[in-house]
């Protein structure tokens, strides 16, 4: 497998060095964050200055080249730091997820951690144990699993959006009241009044079947014979980026075929032909932009009526999910006064809103660009599910490669849609 910062076709413009999330990257301290807030206001307000002398040229029927390119300086400056922030914010959500490092463990869990390490090592596995099976392999311990999972939420939003349920079987079923019950009205005192029988609620089946991520790092005998490593800590940084970076893209884009189900991958309608098992979705009128060219509303038009296409139980806690690019579009949007839409974060740990709304970003969504789906809004908890088959497995081979030990690592996990009133789209469509 290759590493996220080589593989061909990441959009221009990733600039989050993933390759240095790794298992020891704490979070940042509040100090931190708070300058990284600081930095992007200050940036911001630049933008809106810039912003202002350029329209003022712009109605005058003046075109300053100068005026755009240091337009176009201060949209990037702005660009890499909310980067930073989103990254700090999204390290300070993970360790939530993530749970309670390794000096909170039990004597059991230590025990654990201490067999796993000798079975690293040397392949020493103890047959009063329950953490390995007869075929060579090691359930790795739960620090090693809370670690890896925290590296992968700091990486795509999917995973800290939607709910996430571990199972202890093979698949995960999950059913789905469709309504359809119908009643009738009948008086108090009417003797012998027809009560014929009414309508029951339809029910969606709906299965979730995890499919096998694996990684494969290598180290030598030697390093594991001579170095007092942390083998945890080394096989979770190792192996979380590959974890996440299949998993960001499946959560969005997998066809559900031994992997999750994309959340874009499903039937895709006019939200006016919504129907159960389909997503509804509202068009910009471009393939280009946010709006016609020859239209006379507003780019920020089309966010509106997504937000309104939603039911009212899933707007409160709503959030809108795009890539960075697309949020740098987004945050110039102004209503019919010149008041920008976009609200830059000023709390530690809360992210920007636009249109009172929470803004998620996520590499892996799109780009504009045509029948693209650049933009998705909704209730993710409610509209996405994850499932984790407990564990993270390993084998240890040391035949494949002289000198070397192979760490062959799966997780098992799954997703989809089970909940497809909880989120629309917004697509590129002329």
């Known amino acids: 497998m290759t590493n996220l910062s080589h593989r061909a076709g990441l959009m221009a413009g990733t600039s989050r060095g993933l390759r240095s999330i790794r298992a020891d990257a704490g979070p940042p301290s509040t100090s931190e964050i708070k300058a990284l807030i600081q930095e992007v206001n200050v940036t911001f307000a630049a933008m809106k200055s810039q912003h202002e002398q350029q329209f003022a040229e712009l109605r005058k029927g003046l075109a300053d080249a100068v005026t755009s390119e240091k337009m176009a300086r201060i949209d990037e400056a702005l660009l890499d730091q909310r980067r930073a922030l989103d990254d700090a914010n999204r390290k300070l959500a993970a360790v939530q997820i993530g749970g309670a490092d390794k000096p909170g463990d039990s004597p059991e869990a230590r025990q654990h951690r201490e067999a796993f390490a000798a079975f690293a090592r040397r392949g020493v ?114 192996v979380a980026i590959e974890f996440a970076e299949e998993e960001g893209s499946a959560f969005l884009t997998g066809n559900g075929m031994m992997k999750p189900r994309g959340l874009l991958s499903y039937v895709n309608v006019l939200n006016s032909s919504y129907a159960w098992g389909s997503v509804g979705y509202v068009k910009t009128g471009s393939a280009a932009a946010f709006i016609a060219a020859s239209s006379s509303a507003g780019p920020a038009d089309v966010f509106r009526d997504t937000v309104l296409t939603l039911k009212a139980s899933y707007r409160a806690n709503a959030s809108w999910l795009m890539n960075d690019l697309t949020a740098a579009r987004v945050s110039k949007f102004r209503d019919g006064q010149g008041n920008y839409l976009w609200q830059q974060s000023v709390i530690i740990g809360m992210p920007s809103s636009f249109m009172g709304h929470a803004v998620e970003t996520d590499d892996y969504m799109p780009d504009v660009g045509a029948n693209a789906f650049p933009v998705a809004f909704g209730d993710f908890r409610q509209a996405y599910l994850i499932v984790d088959r407990t564990g993270i497995r390993v084998l240890r081979n040391p035949f494949k490669s002289n000198g070397q030990v192979a760490f062959y690592t799966t997780k098992r996990v799954g997703g989809g849609i089970q909940n497809f009133e909880a989120v629309k789209l917004i697509k590129n469509e002329a």
């Open 125 to 238: 596995q103890a047959a009063a144990t329950t953490y390995s099976d007869p075929n060579g392999g090691f359930l790795a311990p739960p620090t090693l699993d809370m670690t890896v999972t925290r590296i992968q939420a700091q990486i795509t939003a999917m995973r800290r959006l939607a709910q996430v349920q571990p199972i202890s079987s093979s698949s995960y079923v999950k059913f789905k009241s469709l309504g359809g019950s119908t009643s009738g009205w009948v008086g108090e005192t009417q003797v012998g009044t027809a009560r014929p029988e009414t309508n029951s609620p339809l029910l969606a089946r709906m299965d979730f079947t995890p499919g096998e991520i694996y990684a494969e790092p290598y180290a030598t005998q030697q390093a594991l014979d001579d170095m007092a490593i942390d083998v945890e800590g080394w096989l979770a940084g190792e």
